[in-house]
């Protein structure tokens, strides 16, 4: 019953309403056509699935008012809220999203293609990341439920928000990485206007009436729309106080640029990678292979923690390349409510072309399809290319292809890869596989200071959420996990006094009176 309940679209979701000041309003202007490159039908062709509105930039900036007007310039009573009162917002908002599974999943396999256990996951997994930063953000206050001395000066120390956030979601994981931005923010009390990414924007509408119910006027406020169109005039406004992104660094630097007070500016983004993976001589191949397939092909390659190229030592690189482009070919492509399915449709209409592009690039000068399947294409798929010897000169070890082609580079010297990675505009993470500690101490040592995760002998990925995600360079600003994120939303502010008894007797009066918000040494257990 499941299977046919999610592999059948029963009715067209038309969000004619868009969140503004604590209300859904109906949108009467232009509506944007929402389809899915998902088709049921013999002969190709793509499923509509909906509509949005298609926002103009006058209701765009009038949305940005509400939310201006919520924070009040730390003024407001979100900002200036108890911390209970602020968690159980957040509690009565994730206990109703969970009513909503079904059809979030449902969206995300028809939006973007994502196989339904990966759906489930990216459900189950944001409503534990939101249960984690309650439960984090009350540590927090518990370890500020105090005061310090220092050189005869008591301070109270705590958090506070950082203003009005512009939130940017990906695609390619449209709950949770979003709303690994959007929580923290609301947590430490910042307010916000969140526009969903181009696909994988109907599975929010389920959400907006719990964002509705849950916080305040003007708090979280969701508009619709092209981003040069609504996000870009909010930024010229200078309005913004933070810009959380998470894309690529041409659309945050374009935005960045829009902004008047470049200064005040904070900036939150998790950008793009071109993590690799390091294959050495006495490396488990079974191991590597299977971490690598992981890796390069999960969601079809469309994730920045992806491998997106493979170093493989001359030494092994016959057998690991065989074995590979095999193990490439056995994988499954269909629907993703079918059982065992890896390999999806892709949501962007020209991913396929693109991958191509690459794919003759790299043949032209020199390398070659090493898989049967490699490159077939389908007018929604291309099935993974596994393209061998790749070299600088080809634009799939340039750019991140953020899709189905895998790019192999034997090597020597270690060193070579070392310097290619310290060259690279990104550093995000690396997979090394290896087991003779004599080569991995002094390659881990090295690899630290060039990514900011090594993964011993497994495949990148961001979770668990607890741990630090973040990158250098152009991979990203600022870091994202429970713990981290709660700080990257937030600054560090107190209240000092001299320590003096006429002082001392206003600290113990403010805190016994238990009037202000701030000055407080309860805690939620």
Not at 17 to 43: A, F, P, R
Not at 73 to 84: A, E
Not at 158 to 168: E, K, N, Q, S, T
Not at 433 to 440: P, R, T, V
Request: charged letters at 25%; proline letters at 6%.
């Amino acid at each position: 019953m499941a299977t046919l309940n999610y592999a059948t679209i029963d009715s067209l979701l038309h969000q004619k309403t868009y969140l503004d000041n604590g209300e859904l309003v109906k949108w009467n202007g232009q509506m944007d056509d929402v389809h899915s490159s998902i088709s049921t039908t013999e002969e190709y062709k793509p499923t509509l699935l909906g509509s949005i509105p298609h926002m103009d930039e006058k209701t765009a900036l009038d949305v940005l008012d509400s939310a201006v007007k919520a924070y009040d310039q730390g003024k407001g009573n979100w900002p200036t809220m108890r911390v209970k009162d602020r968690v159980a917002c957040m509690q009565q908002f994730v206990e109703i999203m969970q009513t909503k599974r079904t059809e979030v999943v449902k969206l995300l396999m028809w939006e973007i293609g994502k196989t339904l256990p990966d759906s489930e996951k990216e459900f189950d997994r944001t409503v534990q990341y939101i249960h984690d930063t309650i439960e984090d953000y009350k540590q927090l206050d518990r370890d500020s439920a105090k005061f310090v001395k220092v050189d005869s000066i008591n301070a109270h120390i705590r958090r506070g928000p950082l203003g009005v956030v512009l939130c940017l979601g990906p695609y390619n994981y449209p709950l949770n990485e979003t709303f690994a931005l959007l929580i923290p923010a609301l947590m430490m009390g910042n307010t916000a206007v969140f526009k969903p990414a181009k696909h994988g924007v109907l599975l929010l509408s389920p959400l907006l009436e719990a964002f509705q119910k849950s916080f305040q006027a003007g708090v979280i406020n969701v508009i619709y729309g092209r981003g040069r169109e609504v996000a870009a005039p909010i930024m010229k406004t200078g309005k913004i106080d933070v810009l959380a992104l998470i894309g690529n660094s041409t659309s945050a630097i374009a935005l960045q640029d829009q902004h008047p007070y470049k200064s005040r500016l904070r900036l939150i983004l998790g950008l793009e990678a071109k993590n690799p993976a390091i294959v050495l001589p006495g490396a488990d191949l079974d191991l590597a292979i299977a971490e690598c397939i992981n890796g390069t092909l999960s969601y079809n390659g469309q994730r920045c923690t992806a491998l997106k190229i493979l170093y493989v030592h001359d030494e092994i690189k016959e057998e690991f390349n065989k074995r590979f482009a095999e193990k490439v070919d056995q994988l499954k492509f269909g629907q993703p409510w079918e059982e065992g399915v890896k390999l999806t449709p892709l949501p962007e209409p020209n991913k396929p072309a693109y991958i191509q592009e690459l794919i003759d690039d790299a043949t032209q000068k020199g390398a070659k399809v090493l898989n049967e399947k490699g490159g077939t294409t389908t007018p929604n798929y291309i099935y993974p290319a596994v393209l061998y010897p790749v070299d600088e000169s080809m634009r799939v070890y340039q750019e991140e292809q953020f899709g189905p082609v895998i790019p192999i580079k034997p090597f020597k010297n270690i060193q070579e890869i070392l310097d290619d990675m310290a060259k690279s505009d990104y550093g995000q993470q690396v997979s090394l596989f290896g087991k003779n500690i004599n080569e991995l101490s002094p390659l881990i040592d090295v690899l630290v200071n060039l990514v900011c995760r090594v993964n011993l002998n497994s495949s990148c990925q961001r979770g668990p959420d607890v741990l630090p995600f973040t990158g250098r360079k152009d991979s990203a600003v600022g870091t994202l996990s429970v713990h981290d994120a709660l700080r990257s939303f937030s600054i560090r502010t107190f209240v000092a006094s001299k320590d003096n008894p006429k002082n001392n007797e206003i600290l113990e009066e403010l805190l016994n009176s238990k009037k202000s918000n701030f000055v407080s040494t309860d805690y939620l257990l």
